[in-house]
């Protein structure tokens, strides 16, 4: 009875506590667990532990971790899995839910019922999770089903042969194919969107072509027979990328470019000189690890190749397109906000604004590459953290003539919604900008004592700086000027100013964009939509041109 009473009470705090989204993780789990063991019909067989492996980030982490079996049938830990997805897990003890969130998705679990809640649809599971002392575990034989994989955007599978658990991204790269004719060779590498690249010549005889975001397909081979132009290729996959690295025989010249309708990425390449490389004596053998997917099929003789498919598309080697020339400005700094440790502001399904910036910083920086003759410089290509007063650096030492920091908002409304555009001023527009400055600015937290005092003399350093204002608002005017012409229902919320440390310490025109926001339901699905997110990129395009066109006028 005094149990009973107990647990009524306890429920009804917790109902309370759950009602206003105040239950996180770590403090509930021991309520949970007390008050569902009260409900819950007595523990069966204890859960016995099995040593696996589990490959992460794209195959290129590898951690030990444990599975658990029960009546035959295999668990996983639901914490470890969290960990695994790099998910936020919450705990509902008055509901007996745990929610997983993720990149906008989320998960619910429960220990009864043969059905877990994906993003509100149900979802069959072949069997139940369960409760053991205190603990939820969660059937591999979901978590490898396509209907958890698929909406979580991933492809998770078990090899029980060498018990290691894969988590990998859905593949983007589909595959390559080469096309060639005298004295020309396109490599061409399909992909399922547009991804990001930059290209670079590391060796005399070596392209490299970076593709930010790039994932392959674990199960696939991706070969093209080598002729006597390329003489090796290779995919490594790597955490946050793929790097096709191509050999080709010297004297050459290349070009690379994407093209949509189907995505791909070409890699034109020349003979520009007269010498001649049997192909066998130039194949190496490939230097990556096995687990990688790097695949190169010579031929043993050059008379064995197949004869050039030439199709129009490499005959009549496209123009490049037009792209605009700019004299006053030459180079153009993006910043994708936060990053590593900081992960700037986390959606209700768990998206992380340091994703989201990474991918609309690629986006619009992809556009700049295409469309113009401007140096487009990234502050970070990856998942890493660079201290504020840092971003503006790189930005000073490459004498950039615009600065561009990418963000998405957050708000204590969880209302509030919409595009806004910032630049640098000591006196916020309002209280709500001054709150937008002041979540952007609290990374200084995580800085180091040195960066604090870069930051005194940053603010020192602002008081003198005026110059640059001017530019500034004009390109925050330029952008939200497109705004509206965006196909897609997004609150115009203006140009505001105020005292975003990132900002401080550039010697050029800097501006902050707020994309939208993450702390908003509709938001943060639109922003885990590769479509959206080109519209975004593409209105910061047109209204960087707009800037461009007006200073090459002055
Ligand atoms: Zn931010």
Same mark, same amino acid.
């Given at each position: 009875?005094?149990?009973?009473?107990?647990s009524?009470?306890?429920?009804?705090?917790?109902?309370?506590?759950e009602r206003?989204g105040v239950?996180?993780?770590?403090?509930?789990?021991?309520?949970?667990?007390?008050?569902?063991?009260l409900?819950?019909?007595?523990?069966?067989?204890q859960?016995v532990p099995l040593s696996?492996?589990?490959?992460l980030?794209n195959?290129?982490?590898?951690?030990?971790?444990k599975?658990?079996e029960?009546n035959?049938?295999?668990?996983?830990?639901?914490s470890?899995?969290?960990?695994f997805?790099?998910?936020?897990?919450k705990?509902l003890?008055?509901?007996?839910?745990?929610?997983?969130?993720?990149k906008?998705?989320?998960?619910?679990?429960?220990y009864?019922?043969?059905?877990a809640?994906?993003?509100?649809?149900k979802?069959?599971?072949?069997?139940?999770?369960?409760?053991?002392?205190?603990?939820?575990?969660?059937?591999?034989?979901?978590?490898?089903?396509?209907?958890?994989?698929k909406?979580?955007?991933?492809?998770?599978?078990f090899?029980e042969s060498?018990k290691t658990l894969?988590?990998?991204?859905t593949?983007n790269?589909?595959?390559?194919?080469t096309q060639?004719q005298?004295?020309?060779?396109?490599?061409?590498?399909e992909?399922?969107e547009?991804?990001y690249?930059?290209?670079?010549?590391?060796?005399?005889?070596?392209?490299?072509?970076?593709i930010y975001k790039g994932?392959?397909?674990q199960?696939?081979?991706?070969?093209?027979?080598?002729?006597?132009?390329?003489?090796?290729?290779n995919?490594?996959?790597?955490?946050?990328?793929?790097?096709?690295?191509?050999e080709?025989c010297?004297?050459?010249?290349?070009?690379v470019?994407?093209?949509?309708?189907?995505w791909?990425i070409?890699?034109?390449?020349?003979?520009?000189?007269?010498?001649?490389?049997?192909?066998?004596?130039e194949i190496?053998?490939?230097?990556?690890?096995a687990s990688?997917?790097?695949?190169?099929?010579?031929?043993?003789?050059?008379e064995?190749?197949p004869p050039p498919?030439v199709t129009?598309?490499?005959?009549s080697k496209?123009?490049?397109?037009?792209?605009? =020339?700019t004299? /006053?400005?030459?180079?153009?700094v993006?910043?994708?906000?936060?990053? $590593?440790? %900081?992960?700037? #502001?986390? !959606?209700q399904y768990?998206?992380?604004?340091?994703?989201?910036?990474?991918?609309?910083?690629f986006k619009?920086?992809?556009?700049?590459h295409e469309?113009?003759?401007?140096?487009?410089i990234?502050?970070?290509?990856?998942?890493?953290?660079?201290?504020?007063a840092?971003?503006t650096q790189?930005? =000073?030492l490459? /004498?950039?003539?615009?600065?561009?920091s990418?963000?998405c908002?957050? $708000?204590? %409304?969880?209302? #509030?919604? !919409?595009f806004?555009?910032?630049?640098?001023s000591?006196?916020?527009t309002?209280?709500e900008?001054?709150?937008?400055a002041?979540?952007?600015?609290?990374?200084?937290?995580?800085?180091?004592?040195?960066a604090?005092?870069?930051?005194?003399?940053a603010?020192?350093?602002?008081?003198?700086?005026?110059?640059f204002v001017?530019?500034s608002?004009?390109l925050?005017?330029?952008?939200?000027?497109?705004?509206?012409e965006?196909?897609?229902?997004?609150?115009?919320?203006?140009?505001?100013?105020?005292?975003f440390y990132?900002?401080r310490?550039a010697?050029m025109?800097a501006?902050?964009?707020?994309c939208?926001?993450?702390?908003?339901?509709?938001?943060?699905?639109?922003?885990?939509?590769?479509?959206?997110?080109d519209k975004?990129?593409?209105?910061?395009?047109?209204?960087?041109?707009?800037y461009?066109?007006r200073?090459?006028?002055?």
């Amino acid at each position: 009875m005094v149990n009973f009473r107990f647990s009524i009470l306890n429920y009804y705090f917790l109902f309370i506590l759950e009602r206003n989204g105040v239950l996180h993780s770590k403090i509930t789990i021991p309520l949970f667990l007390l008050l569902s063991s009260l409900f819950v019909t007595p523990v069966q067989a204890q859960p016995v532990p099995l040593s696996i492996k589990v490959t992460l980030d794209n195959g290129t982490r590898t951690e030990n971790a444990k599975l658990y079996e029960l009546n035959k049938e295999k668990f996983l830990d639901v914490s470890d899995l969290a960990d695994f997805l790099a998910a936020d897990i919450k705990w509902l003890p008055v509901s007996k839910k745990v929610i997983l969130s993720l990149k906008g998705v989320r998960i619910e679990l429960t220990y009864f019922g043969r059905t877990a809640t994906i993003n509100e649809q149900k979802v069959k599971m072949t069997s139940v999770c369960r409760l053991e002392k205190g603990d939820l575990y969660v059937p591999l034989s979901f978590i490898i089903s396509r209907g958890f994989t698929k909406p979580v955007g991933l492809r998770i599978k078990f090899d029980e042969s060498t018990k290691t658990l894969k988590i990998f991204q859905t593949p983007n790269i589909s595959g390559v194919k080469t096309q060639q004719q005298e004295g020309l060779s396109q490599l061409i590498l399909e992909t399922q969107e547009k991804l990001y690249y930059e290209t670079s010549l590391e060796a005399a005889n070596k392209i490299t072509v970076d593709i930010y975001k790039g994932v392959l397909d674990q199960d696939k081979k991706y070969t093209v027979p080598g002729n006597a132009l390329v003489t090796n290729m290779n995919l490594i996959q790597k955490s946050n990328k793929v790097s096709w690295v191509i050999e080709v025989c010297p004297e050459f010249e290349y070009s690379v470019k994407v093209v949509d309708n189907p995505w791909r990425i070409l890699v034109n390449i020349k003979k520009t000189g007269a010498q001649v490389c049997p192909p066998e004596s130039e194949i190496s053998a490939s230097t990556q690890p096995a687990s990688v997917a790097v695949v190169k099929a010579p031929p043993v003789t050059p008379e064995l190749s197949p004869p050039p498919v030439v199709t129009p598309e490499i005959r009549s080697k496209p123009e490049p397109p037009k792209k605009v =020339n700019t004299a /006053k400005i030459r180079t153009i700094v993006i910043d994708p906000g936060h990053g $590593g440790k %900081d992960p700037g #502001a986390i !959606g209700q399904y768990g998206t992380k604004e340091k994703d989201v910036n990474l991918s609309l910083a690629f986006k619009l920086a992809q556009l700049l590459h295409e469309k113009t003759n401007l140096q487009v410089i990234l502050t970070r290509k990856e998942d890493e953290f660079i201290p504020l007063a840092e971003r503006t650096q790189i930005a =000073n030492l490459k /004498k950039a003539d615009l600065f561009v920091s990418i963000h998405c908002n957050s $708000g204590l %409304d969880r209302k #509030a919604s !919409g595009f806004e555009i910032y630049f640098l001023s000591e006196r916020a527009t309002d209280m709500e900008a001054e709150a937008v400055a002041n979540i952007e600015n609290s990374v200084i937290d995580l800085e180091d004592r040195s960066a604090v005092t870069d930051k005194l003399k940053a603010i020192l350093w602002s008081l003198t700086l005026n110059e640059f204002v001017n530019d500034s608002s004009e390109l925050c005017s330029f952008v939200v000027g497109r705004v509206n012409e965006m196909d897609v229902d997004l609150l115009n919320r203006g140009v505001k100013q105020a005292g975003f440390y990132v900002l401080r310490g550039a010697k050029m025109p800097a501006v902050l964009v707020e994309c939208a926001f993450l702390s908003n339901k509709r938001e943060e699905r639109l922003l885990n939509k590769g479509s959206f997110n080109d519209k975004i990129a593409k209105t910061i395009f047109n209204g960087i041109m707009d800037y461009i066109e007006r200073k090459e006028q002055e």
